[in-house]
C-alpha cells in the first residue's frame, strides 16, 4: 500500500513559469511533510517543509499549500529556473519528540525546466 | 542545516567482496541513522533503521546477513555489503535523525550517497 501518491511523474517548465508537484496520503497519523530535492548522483536535500496545522508556508519562490480535510499538499515554484531541474520527492512523517519514527517518501517527480 | 558525510561516494569491486560504506554526522549526534538504497530513476527504498548501540531493524525483504549494520558511535553507522554481486549495484544513501529538543519535529539529514558498482 502506498501512503504517498505523488503526481506528476515528470513535469517539463519553461523558464519563468510555475512548477507544480502534488502528493496525497492515507495516514492522518502523519505530523510534518517535507519536500526534498535532489539533484542526479547526489543525496536528498531537505528543500521545504509544512507542519498539519498550517496551510500554507512559502520561502522565496517555494511554496507548500496544505490541505488537511483532503489529506492533500502541494509543491509550488514560481519563476521556475533552469537549475531547479532535478527530482523532488515529497514525504510524510510521524514520530515527534524521543517515540518511534517514520518517514514515508512519494515516487518522486523529475523536473525539466527549459530555457 | 546539519551535515551529513559518506565515505567513500564510489566505489568498484569485485563480484565475491565486502565493501564498508561509512556515514557520519559532522556537527550533531545522532541516535538514529538510516541506510536507503535508490535504482535509477526510483524513489529511495528504505532498508534498515540503526540505531546507537543496538542492532539495526531491518526492513522486510532486506538480508540482514548481507548488509552488515553497526552504529557503534553517535556520530558513526556502517554499512557492509558482504559478498557483493552485481545485483548490490545501487546508489546506497544514509540519512541522520536530528531529534531537537522543544520541537516536535525531527529533521531528517541527507548524505550525498555512494555509488556502489560490482563487476
Known amino acids: 500500500q502506498q501512503q504517498v501518491k505523488q503526481s506528476p511523474q515528470s513535469l517539463i517548465v519553461q523558464k519563468g513559469g510555475i512548477s507544480i508537484i502534488n502528493c496525497a496520503y492515507e495516514n492522518t497519523a502523519f505530523d510534518y511533510f517535507p519536500w526534498y530535492q535532489q539533484f542526479p548522483g547526489k543525496g536528498p536535500a531537505l528543500l521545504i517543509a509544512i507542519r498539519p496545522d498550517v496551510s500554507e508556508k512559502k520561502e522565496g519562490r517555494f511554496t507548500i499549500s496544505f490541505n488537511k480535510s483532503a489529506k492533500q499538499f502541494s509543491l509550488h515554484i514560481m519563476d521556475s529556473q533552469p537549475g531547479d531541474s532535478a527530482t523532488y520527492f515529497c514525504?510524510?512523517?510521524w514520530g515527534s519528540g524521543a517515540g518511534s519514527y517514520q518517514l514515508t517518501f512519494g515516487k518522486g517527480t523529475k523536473l525539466s525546466v527549459i530555457p | 542545516g546539519a551535515v551529513v558525510s559518506q565515505h567513500p561516494s564510489r566505489v568498484i569491486c569485485k563480484s565475491g567482496t565486502s565493501v564498508k560504506i561509512e556515514c557520519r554526522s559532522l556537527?550533531?549526534?545522532?541516535?538514529?541513522m538510516f541506510w536507503y538504497r535508490q535504482f535509477p530513476k526510483k524513489s529511495l527504498m528504505l532498508m534498515a533503521t540503526s540505531n546507537e548501540g543496538s542492532k539495526a531493524t531491518y526492513e522486510q525483504g532486506v538480508e540482514k546477513d548481507k548488509f552488515l549494520i553497526n552504529h557503534a558511535s553517535l556520530t558513526l553507522s556502517t554499512l557492509t555489503v558482504t559478498s557483493a554481486h552485481p545485483e548490490d549495484s545501487s546508489f546506497y544513501i544514509c540519512?541522520?535523525?536530528?531529534?531537537?529538543?522543544?520541537?516536535?519535529?525531527?529533521?531528517?539529514?541527507f548524505g550525498p550517497g555512494t555509488r556502489l558498482t560490482v563487476l
Open positions: 556537527d550533531f549526534q545522532a541516535t538514529t
Open positions: 540519512s541522520a535523525l536530528l531529534r531537537t529538543s522543544g520541537s516536535s519535529y525531527n529533521e531528517q539529514f
Open positions: 514525504a510524510a512523517i
